[in-house]
């Protein structure tokens, strides 16, 4: 199997509304290109700390939802709900650094442990205001999704994927990626460009057949 020659860094928090809508769109990318491309989410912690995190019922967060979460929702066929709750992110960008670690320890080439485990979080947040900051509530998902669950309570509980998530932090910050969901273009390797916001299937459409016209 050939490698592919574009690949998207998905820099990401899951405390962003927009970066869960931009799931079906990037969805949609990969089933038009297929194995041309590859979709990786990387870690992007919006408010770590010591940055306050945002009041849940403050007036910031019910004018952005209804100036564009709602409607943007409702445009891709996608049911959020503005979380009762602010939390730290931190931790479930962990859990999702272990749920890839599963994913390259697996003999099978289709596995998408990650991919899956990212969906749920972002699901339970957006539509039942999950914690994503209780490693208990991390690891009930785990267990929901028929994963290890002990296997990612001790991963949190001894800080095995923070670095991971601290370097995507950095590499974020170094290619100059302010906002998320921030997009990071690469054809074979070299870096290509960056979109940052949620983009339109349009749009990421266009952004990669540019590429595949530069590799004719």
């Given at each position: 199997?050939s490698?592919?020659?574009?690949?998207?860094?998905?820099?990401s928090?899951?405390?962003?509304p927009?970066?869960?809508?931009?799931?079906?769109?990037?969805?949609?990318?990969?089933?038009?290109?297929g194995e041309?491309?590859?979709i990786?989410?990387?870690?992007f912690?919006?408010?770590?700390?010591?940055?306050?995190?945002?009041?849940?019922?403050?007036?910031y967060?019910?004018?952005?939802?209804?100036?564009?979460?709602?409607?943007?929702?409702?445009?891709?066929?996608?049911?959020?709900?503005?979380?009762?709750i602010?939390?730290?992110?931190r931790?479930?960008?962990?859990?999702?650094?272990?749920a890839?670690?599963?994913?390259?320890?697996?003999?099978?080439?289709?596995?998408?442990?990650?991919?899956?485990?990212?969906?749920?979080?972002?699901r339970?947040f957006?539509?039942?205001?999950?914690?994503?900051?209780d490693?208990?509530a991390?690891?009930?998902?785990?267990?929901?999704?028929?994963?290890?669950?002990?296997s990612?309570?001790?991963?949190?509980d001894?800080?095995?994927?923070?670095?991971q998530?601290?370097a995507?932090?950095?590499?974020?910050?170094?290619?100059?990626?302010?906002?998320?969901?921030?997009?990071?273009?690469?054809?074979?390797?070299?870096h290509?460009?960056?979109?940052?916001?949620?983009?339109p299937?349009?749009?990421?459409?266009?952004?990669?057949?540019?590429?595949?016209?530069?590799?004719?």
């Open positions: 199997m490698s592919p020659r574009i690949t998207i860094d998905v820099f928090d899951y405390v962003c927009f970066c869960y809508l931009e799931e079906p769109e990037l969805e949609a990318l990969k089933a038009r290109f041309a491309i590859a990786r989410w990387r870690a912690e919006l408010r770590p700390e010591p940055i306050p995190t945002l009041e849940p019922d403050g007036d967060l019910h004018d952005i939802w209804a100036r564009a979460v709602y409607p943007m929702a409702e445009e891709r066929g996608m049911a959020l709900r503005l979380p009762r602010q939390p730290r992110s931790l479930a960008h962990e859990a999702t650094a272990w890839k670690d599963l994913d390259a320890q697996s003999i099978s080439e289709k596995t998408n442990i990650a991919d899956t485990l990212r969906s749920a979080l972002f339970g957006f539509e039942d205001s999950l914690d994503l900051a490693p208990t991390l690891v009930a998902v785990a267990k929901e999704l028929g994963l290890d669950g002990e990612l309570e001790n991963a949190l001894e800080g095995h994927y923070r670095e998530v601290l995507d932090q950095r590499t974020a910050q170094e290619l100059g990626i302010q906002g998320v969901p921030g997009l990071r273009f690469s054809l074979d390797g070299e290509a460009g960056i979109l940052e916001g949620a983009q299937r349009r749009q990421l459409l266009l952004a990669v057949e540019r590429l595949l016209d530069l590799m004719k």
